[in-house]
């Protein structure tokens, strides 16, 4: 799937995140870098891409590692 957006020159300085349904994140865009990153894989709540969640709208609790706490392993993974 190709998707293309024009984004406003307001969140220029922002990451950007592509979050599909309420909580899986598919693709991710730094300021910083002219990289972004693309999932590649389905989630499989391993809590590698929810680490470090700071920002105050994240609608779920928060454990003291910095992981979503409403993840759960999904298979073997």
């Known amino acids: 799937m190709k998707i293309t957006f024009d984004i406003p020159d307001t ?12 909580r899986e994140m598919v693709a991710e865009v730094d300021p910083w870098s002219d990289i972004g990153r693309v999932k590649i ?8 891409c929810c680490m470090d969640i700071s920002h105050p709208a994240w609608p779920f609790p928060i454990d ?6 409403m993840l759960k392993r ?3 993974n």
Request: net charge negative; glycine share 14%.
């Open 41 to 48: 894989v389905r989630c499989n709540f391993c809590g590698e």
């Open 64 to 69: 003291d590692e910095g992981k979503c706490t």
């Open 11 to 22: 969140y220029k300085d922002m990451r950007l995140r592509l979050i599909a349904g309420h």
């Open 74 to 76: 999904d298979g073997d």
